[in-house]
């Protein structure tokens, strides 16, 4: 056997690099992470094809433009051979305003995109220091990537009736990122289906988005009508809206598994207490500027101030007339 030569230092294998990977991942604050294969089985192109021809991606014509790449990973990173994907909590106590009025919990604090970015940068630096040459590409709910799906592979979690990812002994309150990277990782085994015979998502949610198990109608649900949908809301559905002004957390909220949540440990994720004390008047009397400056940096900034106080006007009928 030749000596190793001096300053050389010997390839890692893929199973010391992933080790070397998951122990920054934990010191990250990642909860749960695991590979899956970066291929996408023909059974789940159908279902989101199936789901795109019954129109239940609503307004959302980037769900359509986009479909393909969803569908082959390589068309988001060429040579993509593997998918590292890990859950970061966000769960907390509080879920509304005190003034009445609600918003979704992953809402109350900082935008979760501008957390778990630095959090991936970061991780890479790691790759790249135990997988010399790898590319890799990084996805926070921002590229084209089956998260959810690759989460279940991975053996994170299983998808849940309500299309939520569920994490055993940990529930839903998670937020999932990752990347693409053009080398062979060891893949986990497949999450199990553990909802069983519970139907409690699907019987809760007001505004029937999920017709039947494992299925979404983004067009009905009550996060897309606050935040993504353009144009008027049928009447129908604006009724059953309750007093969500900012997405929804209805069919989580009565997820048995999530009695096992346990509250986040990033002060990111906490309700920002200008948020929090906020009241549906004080809301909606809101001016553009006010608005862009009380909600920088939160994920309520998104649905842009004509959507917002759209959905506070809903939300303050919708309490008058169940008064």
Not at 181 to 205: F, H, K, N, V
Not at 256 to 273: C, K, Q
Request: proline share 7%; aromatic share 8%.
């Amino acid at each position: 056997m030749r000596p190793r030569e001096r300053g050389v230092r010997p390839a890692m294998t893929p199973e010391d690099a992933l080790l070397a990977i998951g122990e920054e991942a934990r010191r990250l604050g990642f909860a749960s992470f695991g590979v899956a294969p970066a291929a996408v089985p023909d059974v789940e192109k159908e279902r989101l094809d199936r789901w795109l021809r019954e129109g239940m991606h609503g307004t959302m014509g980037w769900m359509v433009r986009s479909a393909a790449a969803r569908k082959d990973p390589a068309l988001v990173l060429p040579g993509a051979r593997s998918v590292w994907i890990g859950a970061v909590g966000y769960f907390h106590p509080s879920r509304s305003w005190t003034g009445g009025g609600r918003v979704s919990m992953y809402a109350a604090g900082r935008d979760y995109h501008n957390v778990l970015r630095p959090l991936l940068r970061k991780l890479l630096r790691t790759v790249a220091a135990v997988l010399p040459g790898a590319r890799a590409r990084p996805f926070v709910d921002s590229a084209p990537v089956l998260e959810k799906l690759f989460a279940e592979r991975a053996g994170i979690g299983w998808r849940g009736k309500n299309g939520n990812l569920i994490l055993p002994g940990a529930g839903s309150w998670f937020f999932l990122g990752g990347f693409l990277i053009d080398r062979d990782l060891p893949a986990g085994a497949p999450a199990a289906d553990r909802c069983g015979s519970c139907t409690a998502c699907l019987e809760a949610c007001p505004t029937g988005a999920i017709p039947r198990p494992y299925v979404v109608d983004g067009s009905r649900c009550i996060s897309y009508l606050t935040i993504e949908h353009r144009g008027e809301v049928a009447p129908d559905l604006a009724r059953r809206s309750g007093d969500w002004v900012f997405g929804c957390d209805i069919c989580q909220e009565v997820c048995p598994w999530n009695r096992f949540a346990r509250a986040a440990s990033r002060a990111d994720f906490r309700p920002r207490e200008e948020i929090r004390t906020l009241t549906l008047p004080k809301a909606l009397a809101l001016g553009r500027e006010r608005f862009e400056r009380l909600f920088e940096g939160s994920p309520v900034r998104r649905a842009g101030w004509d959507r917002f106080r759209g959905s506070a006007q809903r939300a303050i009928e919708n309490m008058r007339r169940d008064a």
